[in-house]
């Protein structure tokens, strides 16, 4: 399979799609050139919007609007008016690490990582919500933590050492603990490292590949089906959208391209899509700031 230009974007470091079905709009984020995006690909709209520091991902919230993870903090996002309201620090005692990929586990709470920002010391560290605003340490000891995801029916948790080429899986036996940390993916020094994860409606695991020029797809026990092809190196996540969730759309990047790469690579930083072979599964809104 091979993915076909889908949006231009022209992002320095594309990331964290997530399709919002109310609004059958692919978010985006551009963490370093601080855009939030939003795609409609039925009516070719595009509209974005300024972030006040680098924005690692975005979540839909049952209560409106987005909470997005900012460097130094969450914040809860307001399209309607564009303001970006704190709703807790994170990290302010290390300001050298970022906020970077986040997911909603299946009950709604808000699941995230930290990382290094100058990608040489392990002082990322993966991070739960509590119900009570508190940001609970899961796992420490990453340089960059990536691709959190779960498995349909929640009991599995992946989450990616980026540096490290490796992806790991958790048992989760009940909603806030986590065990059994085990590899389920080492990705060859050729393919690339693994950046964002996404879980497909059969439980299978599409791992991009950074460097890799190239998605994956890995079987639950972590044996490798797929392999979608892209026409650049810097390939980021992958989010499932459309009406039916068949639709593969792909973020990219421009960072760590030297110019003679950018001049060849034409195209990296845009969106690309595919038709997946299986659905995708609907995101669960974050119940951050709910009652």
């Known amino acids: 399979m091979r993915a076909e230009h889908a949006f231009s974007i022209g992002a320095e470091l594309g990331e964290g799609p997530l399709w919002v079905a109310s609004e059958a709009a692919l978010w985006m984020v551009d963490i370093k050139g601080l855009r939030l995006h939003r795609l409609r690909p039925q009516r070719a709209e595009h509209e974005s919007w300024t972030a006040p520091a680098p924005p690692g991902f975005l979540a839909a919230r049952a209560g409106g609007g987005f909470v997005v993870g900012l460097k130094g903090g969450l914040h809860l996002f307001d399209p309607a008016s564009g303001r970006f309201t704190l709703?807790?620090?994170?990290?302010?005692?290390?300001?050298?690490?970022?906020?970077?990929?986040?997911?909603?586990?299946?009950?709604?709470a808000l699941w995230f990582g930290s990382m290094h920002d100058p990608e040489q010391t392990p002082s990322g560290v993966l991070y739960r919500?509590?119900?009570?605003?508190?940001?609970?340490?899961?796992?420490?000891?990453?340089?960059?933590?990536?691709?959190?995801?779960?498995?349909?029916?929640?009991?599995?948790?992946?989450?990616t050492d980026s540096p490290g080429r490796t992806v790991y899986?958790?048992?989760?036996?009940?909603p806030h603990v986590l065990t059994n940390k085990r590899v389920l993916v080492q990705i060859?020094?050729?393919?690339?490292?693994?950046?964002?994860?996404?879980?497909?409606?059969?439980?299978?695991?599409?791992?991009?590949?950074?460097?890799?020029?190239?998605?994956?797809?890995?079987?639950?026990?972590?044996?490798?089906?797929?392999?979608?092809?892209?026409?650049?190196?810097?390939?980021?996540?992958?989010?499932?959208?459309?009406?039916?969730?068949?639709?593969a759309y792909v973020t990219t990047a421009r960072q760590g391209l030297s110019p003679a790469e950018r001049a060849a690579q034409t195209m990296a930083g845009d969106v690309f899509s595919f038709n997946a072979p299986v659905a995708g599964l609907?995101?669960?809104?974050?119940r951050v700031g709910c009652a």
């Open 87 to 108: 709703l807790g620090a994170v990290e302010a005692q290390r300001p050298e690490n970022r906020i970077n990929d986040g997911c909603v586990s299946p009950e709604g």
């Open 129 to 159: 919500l509590g119900a009570d605003g508190l940001c609970v340490p899961l796992d420490r000891g990453y340089v960059v933590t990536n691709g959190p995801a779960f498995s349909p029916d929640g009991r599995t948790f992946y989450h």
């Open 169 to 174: 899986a958790f048992d989760r036996p009940e």
């Open 188 to 247: 060859e020094p050729a393919g690339g490292y693994p950046d964002g994860t996404t879980v497909d409606s059969e439980g299978c695991l599409w791992v991009a590949l950074w460097s890799g020029w190239a998605v994956r797809r890995y079987s639950p026990d972590g044996r490798l089906l797929a392999t979608v092809r892209l026409p650049c190196a810097q390939v980021t996540k992958v989010a499932f959208g459309g009406t039916d969730l068949r639709t």
């Open 282 to 286: 609907a995101q669960p809104l974050a």
